[in-house]
């Protein structure tokens, strides 16, 4: 069995061809196109259409038996010939592999069609999403109209515009804790700073109410700005430098923005879809060597819960979990924490076992006994 450095390997070797192929192929096709265009003009300019006759023989020989264009459809075949071999070579590597790490999975169309949705629509991907819809003959996501508002702001600040995006914080979070104005309106300030002036900016602190209003407490961080003033535009090696890092600053914000959009609307900050995707990715390999080496053993069906680790990393990690001190597992919602009297937790297994026939049960942690009935549940989140 060859490895997975040498499975990348070779697909890198038949990506590397098809860059090489494309390349050689846009060069030939290009130069065809040139070929055509300058004979069209060369009959434009001498107004002799002998040769071509007139327009509509032209397309004609544009559709048949013409020497450029059967060139580039040759070229274009060459070339897709290089990417169907990638595919039937990722087909000989994954596909069966693919088949043992799928087996007893079941997908849910109407899910996988809504997450589907929601990813064209955070991509910014409307009409692949309004296609889709129509085509599913599925319901419009709640999102729709979030993730177009969203996407136009996101736009906008691609392009370092903020009127967007105040209006918006402006609205949603005014009385909330959140930086999000705040920073909106301080890189307002920066901005000024740079395309205005300093009088523009000052102006602007001292008669804009949103930000008198959101500077309150933020004392220090005024005094840094208006020192910054001082020295603009000489700020390049000083302590005020970070405050005019346009490199950092509107990434920093963008992605402000999108956290405080996704909580606003309680969904993830990435794409669903994609996040699964991925970690379906770091999964799989181990997946498929367990599907392997249980896959003759009836008794080891893989269902819901798979009775290995599968490490992918923190990243990946979106729910707190609690493992009983006493059966060192970790607790489900068929088996959840319970609360002793003294504070300590265990799973409810665990504490079921330890009672047994006895009224009273002594904590695995500390001296404290608690009485048996109805621990109370715990609920991570
Ligand atoms: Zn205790």
């Known amino acids: ?3 997975t450095q040498q499975e990348g390997n070779s697909l890198l070797k038949d990506l590397e061809r098809i860059k090489k192929k494309t390349r050689i192929s846009n060069k030939i096709i290009n130069n065809q196109l040139d070929q055509i265009i300058a004979q069209i003009e060369e009959a434009k300019i001498s107004n002799d259409y002998s040769q071509l006759k007139d327009k509509l023989q032209v397309l004609y020989l544009l559709r048949k038996n013409y020497k450029p264009l059967t060139k580039i459809k040759q070229t274009n075949n060459e070339c897709y010939a290089y990417i169907s071999k990638m595919g039937k070579n990722m087909d000989k590597l994954y596909k069966k592999n693919l088949q043992y790490g799928q087996e007893h999975v079941e997908l849910n169309q109407t899910i996988l069609t809504k997450l589907i949705k929601n990813h064209l629509l955070r991509d910014g991907e409307f009409e692949a999403y309004e296609i889709l819809v129509k085509e599913s003959g599925s319901e419009e996501s709640q999102y729709h109209q979030f993730f177009a508002e969203v ?7 691609k392009q370092r515009k903020l009127d967007s995006a105040i209006k918006w914080a402006e609205q949603r979070e005014k009385k909330s804790t959140n930086n999000l104005f705040y920073e ?3 890189q307002r300030v920066i901005q000024l700073v740079q395309t205005e002036g300093i009088n523009a900016a000052i102006y602007f602190m001292r008669n804009n109410s949103s930000f008198q209003e959101q500077s309150q407490g933020r004392l220090y961080e005024i005094c840094l700005i208006t020192y910054s003033l001082l020295l603009w535009p000489n700020i390049e090696n000083t302590k005020y430098y970070y405050l005019y890092d346009d490199e950092k600053n509107w990434p920093r914000i963008l992605k402000l923005f999108l956290e405080v959009a996704s909580k606003s ?11 699964v995707f991925s970690a379906g990715c770091l999964a799989m390999p181990k997946l498929i060597k367990y599907n392997q080496i249980t896959r003759n053993r009836s008794s080891e069906v893989l269902v819901n819960d798979i009775p290995i680790d599968i490490e992918i990393g923190k990243e990946y990690k979106y729910h707190s979990f609690f493992v009983c001190p006493v059966s060192k597992e970790v607790t489900t919602s068929d088996n959840p924490p319970v609360l002793l009297k003294c504070g300590h937790v265990i799973s409810k297994l665990s504490a079921h076992k330890m009672i047994a026939n006895k009224s009273k049960l002594k904590c695995p942690t500390c001296p404290i006994e608690t009485k048996g009935a109805d621990l109370p549940e715990l609920i991570f989140i």
């Open 1 to 3: 069995m060859i490895s």
């Open 184 to 186: 909106l309106l301080k």
């Open 265 to 275: 609307q309680n969904i993830m900050i990435k794409s669903e879809i994609r996040t």
């Open 151 to 157: 996407q136009n702001i996101v736009d906008d600040l």
